[in-house]
């Protein structure tokens, strides 16, 4: 439904913007309304399927397209990387990644006021130094969907990008 929405608001971005030249006027089209159709409460319902991220990317990837015949942007074909390197922008499945670890930290930091939240966060606090520095514990679970839900989710992405900085 969400790719639906977005794929017509993208179809009526790319009718009105024909005739642009300037590439800032089409991604601020582009990401004021399409994009963030695509990114509402993401940080509740992020997918975790690979079919359903696929979707969210194809109208990404729609958009990448019609921007690179518009502003005449030289690219391989169905390789976007020039055209979103040209335009600034990441995937969407890194800015999801990104709003998943920036509301943990706000949440961490108390610049979000949710102590029932907050007590659900599972803080790892090591015995003796180790040379793993992972700052949550996640619980095991049994099922993807049990797996996905959003704080553990959260907590594993933070743990990931962590382990990836060390």
């Known amino acids: 439904m969400i790719c639906c929405k977005a794929l017509k608001t993208l179809g009526f971005v790319m009718r009105i913007s024909k005739e642009f030249n300037l590439?800032?006027?089409?991604?601020t089209l582009y990401c004021s309304l399409v994009r963030s159709l695509l990114e509402y409460s993401s940080v509740l319902w992020d997918p975790?399927?690979?079919?359903?991220?696929?979707?969210?990317?194809?109208?990404?990837?729609?958009?990448?397209?019609c921007a690179a015949f518009v502003l005449k942007i030289n690219h391989?074909?169905?390789?976007?990387?020039?055209?979103?390197?040209?335009?600034?922008l990441i995937s969407l499945a890194d800015r999801r990644v990104?709003?998943?670890i920036e509301f943990l930290?706000?949440?961490?930091?108390?610049?979000?006021?949710?102590?029932?939240?907050?007590?659900?966060?599972?803080?790892?606090?090591?015995?003796?130094?180790?040379r793993y520095h992972?700052?949550?514990?996640?619980?095991?679970?049994?099922?993807?969907?049990?797996?996905?839900?959003?704080?553990?989710?959260?907590?594993?992405?933070?743990n990931e990008s962590t382990v990836h900085q060390n």
Do not use: W
């Open 98 to 100: 990104n709003a998943n």
């Open 134 to 158: 992972a700052p949550f514990v996640v619980p095991a679970h049994t099922t993807n969907y049990s797996r996905n839900n959003p704080l553990d989710r959260m907590m594993r992405l933070a």
């Open 76 to 88: 391989p074909p169905h390789d976007y990387f020039l055209v979103m390197q040209e335009l600034s």
């Open 23 to 27: 590439s800032s006027s089409l991604k």
């Open 48 to 65: 975790y399927t690979v079919s359903d991220s696929c979707q969210l990317e194809r109208v990404q990837r729609r958009f990448l397209s």
């Open 105 to 130: 930290n706000k949440l961490v930091d108390g610049r979000i006021d949710a102590p029932s939240l907050l007590s659900l966060v599972n803080f790892k606090v090591p015995s003796r130094t180790t």
